[in-house]
């Protein structure tokens, strides 16, 4: 319904209020579209993508099946035996993919903390998968006993800004802020960002040295 039209009819001196209020009442049926319609419209279009994603399922199994049909016997025995391999190869991952995420959780690790980069240590072999995600979480726990030690040894040598917010983070130096960068990505299981500040911190430290 537009403003215009409906300031004009309540406007109009010849309308009584009922000849105003059935005006009103044709102008919301003719542009109220109900909720059923909606639905139905939305159902439809799901219906038509399920629909169009499952015509292009049959007609890629129809080629496959129609290039079968094209393979000589030995042909055939290779493409099965490439199938065969490819699925026990997906079920040997899926088992290694369970086994880093166990030694990720017993580490205490969250799964959005290794989300990000377990594809890239999962693979057939289950132990080497495992030895990876151990050797993960080993330099997390070193990575955090270091933090520990650097924030120790700057607050006793007197390198690290009093508390209590009396000097702002610029103020620190470039060292110190990359301590507590460094901090905050290990509190958060930042595991990219965790390997930047600890190189950064080692580049400071030589540079004092």
Do not use: H, W
Request: hydrophobic content about 35%; charged content about 35%.
């Amino acid at each position: 319904m537009e403003k215009e039209e409906l300031v004009k009819l309540l406007s109009n001196a010849e309308l009584d209020d009922n000849a105003k209020v059935e005006a009103i009442q044709k102008m919301v049926d003719t542009s109220y579209v109900p909720a059923t319609v909606v639905a139905n419209e939305r159902k439809a279009n799901k219906e038509a993508i399920a629909n169009k994603d499952k015509a292009i399922a049959d007609i890629t199994a129809e080629y496959d099946e129609f290039k079968k049909s094209k393979m000589t016997e030995e042909e055939k025995k290779t493409l099965e035996a490439k199938e065969k391999e490819k699925a026990y190869n997906e079920a040997l991952k899926k088992l290694s993919t369970a086994t880093a995420k166990t030694v990720f959780a017993s580490a205490g690790l969250k799964e959005e903390d290794y989300s990000d980069f377990i594809e890239d240590i999962v693979g057939t072999d289950e132990e080497k998968t495992r030895t990876l995600a151990e050797k993960i979480c080993q330099t997390i726990t070193k990575q955090k006993s270091d933090i520990a030690t650097k924030m120790k040894d700057s607050i006793i040598n007197g390198t690290t800004p009093p508390p209590a917010g009396n000097a702002s983070f610029s103020a620190k130096s470039k060292k110190d802020q990359y301590i507590q960068l460094l901090e905050e990505a290990t509190k958060k299981n930042d595991i990219n960002n965790m390997v930047y500040y600890q190189r950064l911190v080692e580049e400071e430290i030589k540079k004092e040295n």
